[in-house]
């Protein structure tokens, strides 16, 4: 069976440091992968998705970046955290093979910036 | 047109009773439309979704329906129970793109009270 991992499940930093969350899948291969963030009591926003290994977009412009070194491995980096970077990250992964649009979450990585 | 407009932002409802959750697309484009339960502090994990080749989808106490004509679909608890208090998310997507993006609505709070 699939499983995603992310980490780690929580994180604390100071304004201007760097980031990095790491999110994996097992049990599939060539997912799709995605990266959400999800403010406080709100909706989830789309930040990035993969299609593929090297193969990311940007839904929305910001001082993160992501990254997919591996086919089940996807990363999500800043170089200078700012207060608006808090929120709860998710990471989640949908199967080609089955239907693209299944999307399948991780358990997230809760980002307080102070 | 890319919205999905969710309604109510919260719903209390009595323990037994019906709770119904409204979302409404603009996209025609769209042909799969998915619920997602969220706990507080977890991943959003798929509770029950629905093709436009259906108007209805029924599993256990959770039904979709759908109506294609209105460009609507609900989501229908029956028997209402206090662990089905959540936040609950309806989504849209176009399965012909290779992305499998899904459209989120901005998400209900279900109370249950005992």
């Known amino acids: 069976s699939q499983t995603i991992h992310q980490w780690p499940a929580t994180l604390v930093q100071p304004v201007g440091s760097p980031l990095s969350l790491e999110c994996t899948v097992e049990?599939?291969?060539?997912?799709?992968l995605y990266w959400y963030r999800q403010a406080a009591g709100r909706g989830l926003q789309l930040l990035f998705y993969?299609?593929?290994?090297?193969?990311i977009s940007s839904e929305v412009p910001q001082n993160l970046s992501a990254s997919r070194p591996q086919d089940r491995q996807f990363i999500l980096s800043s170089k200078k955290l700012l207060l608006s970077d808090s929120g709860f990250y998710l990471c989640?992964?949908?199967?080609?093979?089955?239907?693209?649009?299944?999307?399948?979450f991780g358990p997230g990585t809760r980002l307080t910036v102070l | 047109q890319q919205q999905v407009k969710q309604s109510p932002q919260s719903l209390i409802v009595q323990k037994g009773g019906i709770s119904i959750i409204n979302c409404a697309y603009e996209n025609t484009a769209f042909d799969y439309f998915p619920w997602y339960q969220q706990f507080p502090g977890k991943g959003p994990a798929l509770l029950i979704a629905i093709r436009p080749d259906v108007s209805e989808k029924k599993e256990g106490r959770f039904t979709i329906s759908f109506n294609k004509s209105a460009k609507q679909f609900s989501l229908h608890i029956m028997d209402s129970q206090p662990g089905d208090s959540a936040t609950y998310f309806c989504?849209?997507?176009?399965?012909?793109?290779?992305?499998?993006?899904?459209?989120f609505g901005q998400g209900t709070t279900l109370q249950v009270k005992p």
């Open positions: 989504a849209a997507s176009r399965g012909s793109s290779n992305t499998g993006k899904l459209i």
């Open positions: 993969s299609v593929g290994i090297g193969q």
């Open positions: 049990g599939t291969s060539n997912p799709n």
């Open positions: 989640a992964w949908s199967n080609p093979g089955e239907g693209r649009d299944t999307q399948y």
